[in-house]
């Protein structure tokens, strides 16, 4: 039975910052303060197939629910 990878903790460094993810979604591959430059980096270290996410700064909270 194969299990999914649990994704990486997301450190308190990229907050505020576009992260480039494995294509699994498991693990950062590379990060900016743009998604342009998160996109170069990970094209730098190899990675093409990735999923991007910007990370929300660490004083910002979310509040209320989809209906």
């Known amino acids: 039975m194969s299990r999914a990878k649990e994704p990486e903790i ?21 990060a900016g303060d743009t998604l342009d430059e998160a996109r170069v980096a990970a094209e730098r270290a190899g990675c093409m197939e990735l999923v991007y996410e910007w990370v929300p700064p660490a004083d910002e909270r979310f509040i209320g629910y989809g209906a």
């Open 10 to 30: 997301v450190p308190l460094e990229y907050a505020g910052k576009w992260l480039a993810w494995s294509q699994d979604a498991s693990r950062i591959v590379a």
